[in-house]
Every structure is written in C-alpha cells, then in structure tokens.
C-alpha cells in the first residue's frame, strides 16, 4: 500500500468517524427534538387548561357581578331593617326610662301616704291603749291622778 493509499484509507476512516459522530449528534438532536416536542405539547396543554379556568373565571365573575347587584339590594334592605330595630328599640328604651320614672314617683307617693297611713294608726292604737289602760285601771280600782 502506497503512502497515497494510506492517507486515503484513514482519510476515509476520519470520513466514517465523522459519519459516525454526525449520526450521532443526529441521533442526540432526535432525541432532544422528540423531549421539546412533549414539552412543548405539554406547555400548550397546560395554556389550554390555563385559558379554559380563565374563561370559567370570567364566566364566574359575570354571574357574581349580577348577584352582587341582588346582593346590594339586600344589603340596603336588611340595613333598612336595622336601622328601623335601632329606632325602635331606642323607642323602648325611651318608654322604659320613661316608666322606671312615673313607677318612682308613684312609689314616694305611695310610701308618703303610707307614712300618713302609719301615724293615723299609731295614732288610733296610742289612743286604744291608752283608754284601754285606763279602762282596766278603773276596772281595778287603780286610782290615777290625772
């Protein structure tokens, strides 16, 4: 074999090593493209699903618009509500103070006249006791100088 050959053979050897190296690198490059493919097919599933809880969401955020609108009107109506408990009990609250004062008069009247009532009685049973004394001194014979 001739020097000629020679670097033809190793050349053509180079050729096949890079051949090699080249499919390879292919191979590899397969590979990666089928691994971006999934993930890039995964990607897009999840941005379908991602665009599909946002169109849900914005389904969801019409429909609590409208109810909000319900709701605010009875929110109105119940602080209405409260508002008229508050007036009325305040209401009660007024008339109760209002008795409690009329109940206090009535009872400095009531515990006047039975103060009245008191000295009349004392009176009458000072007065029963003292003739009774004196009717049963004079029954006895007890002789009271007056």
């Keep these: 074999m001739s020097d000629i050959d020679k670097k033809l053979h190793d050349l053509e ?5 890079v051949r090699l190296e080249v499919d390879r690198l292919k191979q590899e490059l397969d590979a990666k493209d ?11 599933n999840r941005i379908n699903a991602i665009e599909e809880r946002i169109k849900a969401f914005e389904l969801l955020l ?44 009535i009872m400095k009247e009531n515990q006047t006249y039975l103060k009245e009532q008191n000295k009349d009685l004392m009176k009458k049973i000072l007065w029963i006791v003292g003739i009774g004394v004196l009717l049963v001194g004079a029954f006895f014979g007890l002789d009271l100088n007056l």
């Design 13 to 17: 050897n180079q050729v096949h090593a």
């Design 34 to 44: 089928e691994v971006i493919n999934k993930h890039t097919i995964k990607t897009h």
């Design 62 to 105: 019409e429909q609590l618009k409208r109810e909000s609108s319900d709701t605010n009107n009875k929110v109105d109506s119940v602080q209405k509500i409260v508002e008229e408990d508050k007036d009325n009990h305040q209401k009660i609250i007024n008339m109760q103070k209002d008795n409690q004062i009329q109940i206090v008069e």
